[in-house]
């Protein structure tokens, strides 16, 4: 079965310096898909970034880039420059068989000034 | 990318009572997924909908409490049956990108059931 543990349910950081959101996964598949979402307080979900297994690089999107450490099997979500609007719920996903994609328990994120 | 239109945006029903969520999607898609996030928590997967079969449903769901409906690949149901108030929650319908590597959210359903 596939897991996904994000053990920090709530992270503060100050505007302006970098923070690190922590996930790890479980699975046997070999070719899977890794996700960072966050959720304002309005709901919806936005997509941040992507990473698949067999990706050799780290991802990376503006201030957020994704350390994929594939035997440790962790995928944390690094954002830069933090800013007052990354206050959220942050959700690590992953994509695996039947293309369907399930989510961590997520953290919580405050930012600030 | 993919724009998914989700109504209603919100409701609160009686106990005992349906809901029906509708998705709605700009792009043909194979499968669609909805998922439930009840309060403060993450979400789960309720159902892996395709068009022309029945959906897939995920461990404690069931298709008597959670009926849906996929008749093209652009559209599909969601229904809440015999509502309780443990079943107020945020519904999301969800599509998967052509690359598999994003998944496009609708803007959710916020139910509340009284």
């Known amino acids: 079965a596939q897991k996904i543990t994000q053990t920090q349910p709530g992270m503060f950081v100050q505007e302006k310096e970098a923070v690190t959101l922590d996930c790890t996964y479980d699975t046997s598949d070999q070719s899977y898909g890794l996700f960072w979402y966050k959720q304002p307080s309005s709901g919806e979900m936005i997509f941040l970034i992507y990473q698949g297994s067999y990706d050799e690089q780290n991802a990376t999107e503006g201030r957020y880039s994704l350390n994929f450490q594939k035997a440790r099997k962790s995928a944390n979500l690094v954002i830069s420059a933090s800013q007052l609007g990354d206050s959220a719920m942050y959700f690590c996903?992953?994509?695996?068989?039947?293309?369907?994609?399930?989510f961590g328990a997520g953290t919580r994120l405050f930012v600030k000034a | 990318s993919a724009v998914i239109s989700q109504k209603p945006s919100r409701d609160i029903c009686q106990r005992g009572t349906s809901l029906t969520i509708q998705c709605q999607v700009d792009s043909q898609v194979t499968m669609m997924f909805w998922y439930r996030q009840q309060p403060g928590q993450s979400l789960t997967l309720i159902a892996t909908a395709n068009q022309g079969s029945e959906a897939t449903y995920e461990s404690g769901f069931v298709i008597d409490k959670f009926p849906i409906s996929r008749p093209n690949l652009t559209f599909s149901t969601l229904t809440v049956s015999n509502m309780s108030p443990e079943d107020s929650s945020i519904y999301l319908c969800?599509?998967?990108?052509?690359?598999?590597?994003?998944?496009?959210f609708g803007q959710g359903t916020r139910l509340t059931v009284v």
């Open positions: 969800s599509v998967l990108g052509t690359e598999n590597t994003e998944a496009f």
């Open positions: 996903a992953m994509e695996g068989g039947g293309f369907k994609t399930i």
